[in-house]
């Protein structure tokens, strides 16, 4: 009888403990939301400053890690790193969506949003496009560059339907301003591959880029705040394991 009962009582111990240990690995997913952003405004901020002649009013963010450029070699290992932060958060929010299906939409756009970061090639400098030197590396990029910012769009949008009505009303605005930034750098951006200026093409850019990084920070901060994390133990919900724990400490 007593070796019966510790049994029952290990079995009991073990869900809970794995569930501590799981919303431990979830906290830690949602803080890697809050680094990604952080690293991605490091870098720039301080690698233009490496770059001598770079100018972040006039130049976009593509140019720090341009074929020649003398900033590419500590931009792309850092570019990697910011790309797997973002996957885990991913990772992170679908583990806390609960019964919520747009958070689990979300969370699988954030993890395709950070994986497609490897698959970016580099844009060759401007001089280089100019003089016809370009490759289908600038094609790729230019068709990475749709495909990211379709994502973030819909991840604001995915995430306005995911909770209440403060954060869909601040999706929305960002949903906004991140539409009219994103035309003002697409206006600008057909003088690149012709070496022509850009007086304002860095600004809106970066604009841009700050809507969705503030816009992360927002997310994870939210889904770290909640009260209620449903994480899942060997396929089925933590709140499942609660109840199967009290039915047999009544029985």
Not at 8 to 20: E, F, T, Y
Not at 191 to 206: A, F, H, K, L
Request: with cysteine; aromatic share 8%; proline share 4%.
């Amino acid at each position: 009888m007593e070796i019966t009962t510790k049994i029952v009582a290990q079995k009991k111990v073990q869900p809970q403990q794995k569930l501590q240990v799981q919303k431990k690995a979830i906290k830690l997913l949602l803080i890697c939301g809050i680094l990604s952003s952080l690293l991605y405004i490091a870098m720039n901020i301080f690698i233009p400053t490496l770059y001598q002649g770079y100018n972040s009013v006039t130049q976009t963010v593509s140019e720090l890690s341009a074929i020649g450029a003398p900033t590419r070699p500590l931009w792309v290992p850092l570019g990697i790193l910011y790309t797997l932060f973002v996957a885990a958060f991913g990772v992170g929010i679908r583990q806390s969506a609960g019964q919520s299906r747009s958070l689990r939409i979300l969370g699988s756009l954030m993890i395709v949003c950070g994986l497609i970061g490897l698959a970016w090639t580099p844009m060759h400098q401007r001089e280089v496009t100019a003089a016809g030197g370009g490759s289908f590396t600038d094609t790729w990029h230019i068709i990475m560059s749709m495909i990211t910012v379709l994502l973030m769009m819909l991840m604001m949008g995915f995430g306005a339907a995911s909770f209440g009505k403060g954060f869909r009303l601040y999706c929305i605005v960002s949903i906004v301003l991140f539409v009219v930034f994103g035309a003002l750098t697409g206006l600008e951006a057909p003088g690149i591959s012709t070496n022509q200026p850009t007086p304002m093409i860095g600004v809106w850019e970066r604009i841009n880029i700050g809507i969705f990084m503030i816009w992360t920070i927002v997310l994870a901060v939210i889904l770290l705040r909640r009260k209620i994390i449903q994480p899942r133990i060997n396929n089925r919900p933590a709140e499942e394991i609660r109840q199967h724990i009290k039915v047999r400490q009544v029985i």
